[in-house]
C-alpha cells in the first residue's frame, strides 16, 4: 500500500499545477484569483510605476488581459501631470507609460 502512496501526491501535484495554469488563462476568471499566481506583487508593480513616472501611485489593479497577458494598470501623479503606467504580472517591468489627458480610466468596469 505505501508504494502507491508516492505515485497519488505526485500525480494530484501534477493535476493541481495544471488546473491552476489552466484557471489563469480561463475568460471570466476572478482578477482577485488571477492575482495570486502573478510573478510580480501588486506592490512591487506599484513601486515600479512610481519609479517609472517619477511620482506617487493613487489607483492600481490587476488586469488578466488576453492580448497583453497579465498585468498591473497603475496610476501616477508625477507634480501636474497623471499617467496610466502597465506594467507586466509575470516579468515586473514596464509594458507602457503614457500620459493621462482624460478624466476617466479608460476601461472603467
Known sequence: MNRYIKPTI???VIATAGTGAYAATSHGQNDALAIS??????VQAIATAEQSASG?????????DAKEGP????????????????????????ISSKVDTSDHDEDDD
Open 10 to 12: 505526485a500525480a494530484i
Open 37 to 42: 499566481g502573478a510573478k510580480t506583487s501588486l
Open 56 to 64: 506617487k501611485a493613487v489607483e492600481a489593479k490587476f488586469k488578466g
Open 71 to 94: 498585468l498591473y494598470k497603475v496610476e501616477v501623479v508625477s507634480g501636474d501631470k497623471v499617467f496610466d503606467v502597465k506594467v507586466d504580472a509575470e516579468k515586473g517591468t514596464v
